[in-house]
């Protein structure tokens, strides 16, 4: 009673209009989440955001977002961008810690980028890649993409709109493959918890997130998951990191096993889980995994959606990581989202036997309209330029230390269980007592409200329940990642005072 009588008089202040719901009593867990994650959106005490004409009740079916988002909060409306920062449409300044979606590698306003895009609108703004035709665009981004490629040769480029949509790809190419093979029976995939490998109705079955499964009659029953390789959270008393590599490998094999050898067609793997919560893998972990699948002949799918293009400090998590896939997934930075473009790159051993059933069926019946747009493809390929000619590999092993040290110094937060990452890639799990095994109550929303906070001091991230995320620009300098920490560090110290205030009217 002491805990609601406090949350209703704070959230009276700071939530103005939803004090109503407050003083009925509406504090269920779902609803204290809820008027927690408002704090930064209403922005009611700031006063460049304050008292503007807003956009609530908006007539856009928001993706990921929930219902009463669109008709209670007023949206933060992004309506400009500039290197590592971006603006709202009443002139606030936010440094973007996420890089859009985990995209914008080379900022906002890069003009080289606008000026391929414009050039090829000018000459060519649509041709498709059917029936044998296609743009110089497309080819000439295959060719790039596959010389960027080196952890192993592949053969083949095949472009999409979107990870979602090259993932969702992967399945039918691997399906195709198979039955070319005389194989009908190897349809099955193998995906992990905690992964995110899209949200169409293939991919969000591959991803191991149940918010993305919840109610759409999901997982597909094709797909199967295996332990997330989150050593910090599942691994067992005295247990190495190699040890519980070593497990989860057995663990694999025994599902494979279990299913059937010659009904598993594929295995599915971020080099560093990205949406479930920042999560690089264990010591040899990867190594023992592609042991296990190549023994049953499965194919090693690697999504680089997140990590590829230089997040990690390498051109590919699978070069950090000595992944050699049968098959890669591309998307995000390669053009550093400024236009809509995803990717599969096919290995020879897979595309030789697509092109000889596709030679016995008279065609390859799989594409997009937009496959291969001549406008995306002209944007990938100078960012892959810009990537190359400004070494930008370098340029994130420069400022990654100081952004992976200087994060990490906080690390002794009583309210930090966690911090994790590599290259420009960071996540943080708030539990109570340091453990994993004593995570807040819900109903605290301290994800949420550590997010509203960095929105307050200007600074956008990612928040997942208790686990917070940020992947800045790639172009980020040392001066902008002091800032970040900075940010970081005063969201955090409100986010203490928070705790210590529930759990002193907890005990009251």
């Not at 059917?130 to 083949?156: C, G, I, V, Y």
Request: net charge neutral.
């Amino acid at each position: 009673m002491a805990l609601n009588n406090f949350l209703r008089s704070t959230l009276k202040t700071q939530l103005g209009s939803y004090s109503k719901n407050v003083a009925q009593g509406r504090l269920g867990v779902f609803s204290m989440s809820r008027l927690f994650s408002k704090e930064a959106t209403l922005q009611s005490d700031d006063p460049i955001t304050a008292n503007k004409t807003g956009f609530k009740g908006h007539d856009m079916l928001a993706p990921f977002t929930a219902g009463w988002q669109t008709t209670d909060v007023e949206p933060l409306v992004i309506e400009r961008s500039e290197g590592s920062y971006v603006y709202d449409h009443n002139g606030k300044k936010y440094l973007d810690a996420l890089a859009g979606l985990w995209a914008t590698a080379l900022g906002g306003n890069e003009p080289r980028l606008v000026a391929a895009a414009t050039a090829q609108l000018n000459k060519l703004p649509f041709y498709h890649s059917f029936w044998n035709r296609t743009t110089k665009p497309s080819l000439d981004l295959a060719r790039d993409l596959l010389e960027t490629f080196t952890a192993r040769k592949m053969a083949k480029a095949f472009f999409t709109n979107s990870g979602s949509e090259a993932n969702d790809t992967q399945v039918k190419l691997v399906w195709y493959y198979n039955n070319a093979l005389g194989r009908p029976n190897k349809k099955k995939f193998i995906a992990r918890h905690k992964s995110y490998h899209g949200s169409t109705l293939i991919t969000a079955s591959l991803s191991g997130l149940p918010a993305l499964h919840q109610k759409f009659d999901l997982p597909a029953p094709f797909v199967l998951h295996t332990d997330c390789p989150h050593y910090w959270r599942h691994h067992l008393p005295g247990e190495t990191e190699e040890e519980f590599s070593t497990r989860l490998a057995n663990n694999l094999e025994e599902l494979i096993l279990k299913e059937g050898p010659d009904t598993i067609a594929a295995f599915i793997a971020e080099p560093v889980l990205g949406a479930g919560g920042v999560i690089p893998p264990p010591a040899t972990y990867f190594d023992k995994i592609q042991a296990v699948v190549k023994k049953y002949d499965i194919l090693f799918i690697a999504d680089e959606v997140i990590c590829g293009f230089g997040r990690l400090g390498t051109w590919y998590g699978c070069d950090l990581y000595n992944i050699k896939p049968d098959l890669v997934t591309l998307a995000k930075a390669l053009s550093s989202a400024y236009m809509p473009i995803g990717a599969v790159l096919v290995s020879s051993e897979v595309s030789e036997v697509i092109h000889s059933q596709s030679n016995k069926l008279g065609v390859f019946s799989h594409g997009f309209t937009y496959s291969g747009h001549p406008v995306s493809c002209a944007v990938a390929i100078e960012a892959l330029k810009i990537y190359k000619e400004r070494d930008i590999i370098s340029q994130v092993n420069k400022v990654a230390p100081k952004f992976q040290e200087g994060i990490k110094a906080y690390s002794d937060s009583p309210i930090i269980g966690e911090i994790r990452g590599t290259g420009l890639i960071l996540g943080t799990e708030f539990t109570d007592n340091k453990s994993p095994n004593n995570p807040f109550p819900v109903e605290w929303g301290i994800g949420a409200y550590f997010g509203a906070q960095c929105e307050k001091v200007g600074m956008l991230i990612r928040v997942a329940g208790d686990n917070i995320m940020m992947s800045p620009p790639l172009t980020i300098s040392p001066e902008e990642v002091d800032e970040l920490i900075v940010k970081y560090g005063k969201a955090l110290k409100a986010t203490e005072e928070r705790v210590s205030q529930l759990k002193a009217q907890q005990k009251a």
